[in-house]
């Protein structure tokens, strides 16, 4: 690969911080600082901060900007009030994912989406090309983002902006500043913590991160990598495109139907999808919890019985469960909780246990 | 740099090997582990397997990767670490002390000395290895 990675506003404060820095979708980013359990327990117990510049962000504006809108997520965005955020997918028409992704309604006919860092370029042709009759801009290279997570999150944030942090409730979002950096202040996440996503520009996000590690002193703050950031998700079964979600997966097999509106109107995928819906999924995405610590890892097959009933999409060491956790696909008659299945792991097949999900409680505030 | 105790021996695959009354004990080294983060699982065969140099004789699973483990000698394991499957961070902990893995009774003692001295294995490891 010839392509150089690319760098956040942050990656001197990560390898003045320490960090690991690994390549991850194209850019150079800290996997971890301290070690991953560690950071994972923090955000837990306290609070940690993500970069997550890399992450891509849209404004789609103008008459048009809601119907398009409509015809390219499974998610009703006519429901969105001013200052809310909606969880939703963009679907092929074949009913696979060209994303996930999350809509934020900043006027009547403005919107953000949030993007995932490696579909950048993927989802910006895709939404310039089927999201026709609305004006785009891609504002990923000029829009850091920083996730604030943890039980002392209101805390942290709460004392440096000039709104009313603590007001913003679960999905909804304010404008305001953060140590003096114009931000969007979002009560959103990915660890199943209380939390928020602060997105700020490009150029004073270094200043927004330098502010939130000082006053974060007084709350145990501290840098978290792209290892914590994976198993704080999966012990909160959130899917991670690329593993758990893609274009061969469709939303109800992955568990994601709550997001799917028929009744809204037309979209892109519909029909597909609602094909699966009528015809049952045939298989689905559980949460596995195997019976030792051996780790189950994304490709590694399930076998029933030792036949191969799917495969493993994510895994991990959850740091608080304590115990090697997984999320998998599996034909549908084997999805009940409690079912016993086998990993196999270097050829051998280890036990496992169909388990609810989340694996860990979720302490977002509702 | 990392710590790389004078009387092992070393693989450049990051193990190490400690002569005990013609047996030798095996770990991973300290820039082993730093490399692999927190270890989670180790999985070791039983006493009475037999091993060979260069090959797999177990894996060495942290929260971010799978790693073989390869023999540093020829032989058959005589003692199994039986603490690792409960307490694995004690790899991480203490990589040439409570952290060791296995204990090979030879079956080439000579492969003793294709192994790296300390002063090789940190010159690989400043190699950037």
């Known amino acids: 690969m010839n392509t150089p990675l690319k760098r956040t ?266 094909r699966v819906r009528a015809e049952g999924p045939k298989r689905r995405l559980i949460g596995l919890e195997m019976a030792d610590r051996s780790v189950a890892r994304h490709g590694y097959p399930v076998l029933s019985g030792g036949r191969r009933v799917g495969g493993v999409t994510s895994g991990t060491f959850g740091p608080s469960v304590e115990k090697s956790i997984a999320m998998a696909y599996v034909e549908t008659p084997l999805a009940a909780i409690g079912t016993v299945l086998d990993v196999e792991i270097r050829g051998q097949a280890r036990p496992a246990r169909v388990v609810k999900t989340p694996f860990h409680p979720s302490r977002v505030k509702k | 740099m990392a710590n790389v105790p004078a009387d092992l021996r070393y693989t450049k695959d990051h193990e190490w090997a400690k002569p005990e009354d013609k047996r030798y004990r095996v770990g991973i080294t300290a820039f082993a582990q730093e490399q692999l983060g927190d270890v989670v699982f180790v999985e070791l065969p039983k006493v009475g397997a037999k091993v060979t140099a260069k090959l797999s004789f177990g894996v060495v699973e942290s929260v971010k990767a799978v790693s073989d483990l390869f023999a540093p000698l020829s032989g058959e394991i005589v003692e199994v670490n039986a603490a690792l499957p409960n307490e694995p961070q004690v790899v991480n902990q203490d990589p040439y002390g409570k952290g060791w893995m296995i204990v090979i009774a030879p079956s080439k003692p000579d492969e003793w000395n294709a192994l790296l001295s300390a002063a090789q294995y940190e010159q690989f490891l400043s190699e950037g290895h």
Request: negative net charge; glycine residues 12%.
């Open chain 1, 9 to 274: 506003p942050l990656y001197a404060a990560h390898v003045k911080a320490g960090a690991r820095m690994v390549e991850f979708g194209g850019w150079e980013m800290p996997v971890q600082y301290s070690g991953i359990i560690d950071e994972h327990r923090r955000v837990r117990s306290a609070v940690g901060l993500f970069d997550v510049s890399h992450m891509g962000e849209f404004e789609v504006e103008g008459p048009g900007a809601l119907a398009a809108l409509q015809t390219l997520t499974t998610n009703d965005v006519s429901a969105l009030e001013i200052g809310q955020v909606q969880y939703s997918l963009f679907p092929y028409p074949e009913g696979g994912l060209v994303d996930d992704l999350t809509v934020y309604r900043l006027a009547a006919d403005r919107f953000m989406v949030t993007v995932n860092a490696s579909n950048i370029d993927k989802d910006w042709a895709w939404v310039t090309t089927h999201g026709a009759g609305a004006r785009w801009r891609n504002i990923s290279a000029e829009t850091g983002l920083i996730a604030v997570q943890g039980p002392r999150a209101e805390d942290l944030v709460a004392g440096l902006a000039d709104v009313d942090a603590r007001a913003i409730g679960y999905y909804r979002f304010a404008r305001g500043s953060v140590a003096g950096v114009a931000t969007t202040i979002s009560r959103t996440g990915y660890t199943g913590e209380d939390g928020f996503e602060l997105y700020a520009p490009w150029a004073g996000t270094e200043r927004l991160w330098a502010a939130l590690m000082e006053a974060g002193r007084k709350v145990d703050v501290a840098p978290i990598g792209l290892g914590a950031r994976d198993t704080l998700r999966l012990e909160m079964r959130y899917a991670l495109y690329g593993n758990d979600i893609d274009q061969t997966t469709n939303p109800l097999e992955a568990g994601l139907g709550w997001v799917v509106k028929p009744a809204k109107g037309d979209f892109i995928g519909k029909p597909a999808i609602e």
